[in-house]
């Protein structure tokens, strides 16, 4: 049974205990107000389907995602995951902050989209932003305690994204490779080969320690990988030839890392970082535009083209499923348009 008092500011409190459940309490203006919330309340909790709305009522998304970027942000894989998460957070905090996390509506969210693709925002930004929001929400539920109906992020349409399909044309493989060997420290170059040669991402190939490549073998060992899997990639020659003058030629004092950076103020050496200095180099060989990224794609797709199956190439990229793979390996047209002339003259009648 329901107490309901009144508190000596002139407002109504409902106060109920019942076995089985924690104490709910709430303040009205008015004592009809009051009784109609614990009789909804009680009812509730009769029928087992109670959900304590008070914290998600208190709690705002920009507190919210403060908290989040506090407690799991750094759990995730430093680097590309944790800016993202500090980049999609900063529009959220703007965009919707203001709000309780209980009074978020997919009618709310859907707004906050529309109005960000009118800005000219890319649908891939915006789908990162709303996954951020989503997940915000299933740590609220799951580990902080927080009671939501359910997440509305779920129930909103996400953005079509253009999946890139940028492969080098002729000469500009040239063109990249002469510019990248112009940089004054040979590991962008080395790593620039490296993409192209192996399918490997940026920091995969950054990562890797002297204990990770077996020259016999001709076999590197990535262990820094997007989902967290180990794989072993198997070496071209060029790759092969790449690493062992890297290994040989390049100072590494006090760290195992094949290509190393500066220490920094701790006196640690982390992996060599690019990010500027490959930009650099793809606008003094014309290529604005291209991402270290595409070198993936160019990779995965000349992998295709050799002849190899999809699941040789799946275990070189480390894709899950042929539907990852499909969407890196662009294979050009005109490839194609020879391929289809040499199946037609094996078919064609003596």
Partial sequence: MATIVKTPAGTWKAVIRKQGWPT??????????????????????????????A????LTVAAALDRYLREITPSKKAGGSQRRDHTSAKPLREGLGRYALGALTPEVIAKYRDERLAEGLSGSTVRLELALLSHLHTVALREWGISLVANPVLTVRKPKTVARDRRLHAGEEVRLLQSVRQHSNPILAWVTELALETAAREMEI??????????????AILRDTKNGDSRTIPLSRRAAEILREAIETYPREGTNLIFPGEPGRDGKRRPYTIGKVWQQAVQRAGLDGLRFHDLRHEAASRLVEMGLSDAKVRQITGHKSAQMLYRYAHLRGEDLVADLDAAQMRRSPM
């Avoid at 950054?206 to 076999?219: F, G, K, N, P, T």
């Fill in 24 to 53: 709910a309490v709430k303040t009205f203006r008015t004592k009809r107000d009051a009784e109609d919330w614990a009789r909804q309340t009680e009812d509730e909790m009769v029928r087992g389907v109670h959900i304590q709305r």
């Fill in 55 to 58: 914290p998600a009522q208190k």
């Fill in 206 to 219: 950054l990562s890797l320690c002297l204990q990770d490549v077996d020259m016999s073998r001709r076999i």
